[in-house]
């Protein structure tokens, strides 16, 4: 197998292990590949060095809480603009007094 046939081979896997909706392990046994192989060349296609097993997150800045509630080791803490009426309300309702 020449290199460019072992590229599009392993490419091949690598698209078709991503829209099977299987993970990676259970691909590679149906399909009788070494999983660290299939690892390797994601990675090479990903063109990053580092394994993509992390989650991008969003940041965003933290708005300042209209209120903090503590309940023991429970904290609850209300963006500002929450309907605090609404709050009341269903607190009341789960402690059964409506």
Request: proline share 2%.
């Amino acid at each position: 197998m020449t290199k460019k046939e072992r590229e599009d081979f392993w490419r091949q896997h690598v698209e078709a292990q991503q829209h099977s909706g299987q993970l990676v392990r259970d691909y590679c046994f149906n399909h009788q590949l070494k999983d660290y192989s299939f690892y390797m060349w994601r990675r090479k296609f990903s063109g990053s060095a580092v394994p993509s097993n992390f989650a991008k997150v969003k940041v965003q800045t933290r708005q300042t809480s209209a209120a903090i509630l503590s309940f023991g080791l429970t904290r609850l803490e209300l963006p500002v603009g929450t309907d605090l009426d609404a709050l009341a309300q269903l607190m009341l309702r789960l402690n059964g007094k409506t």
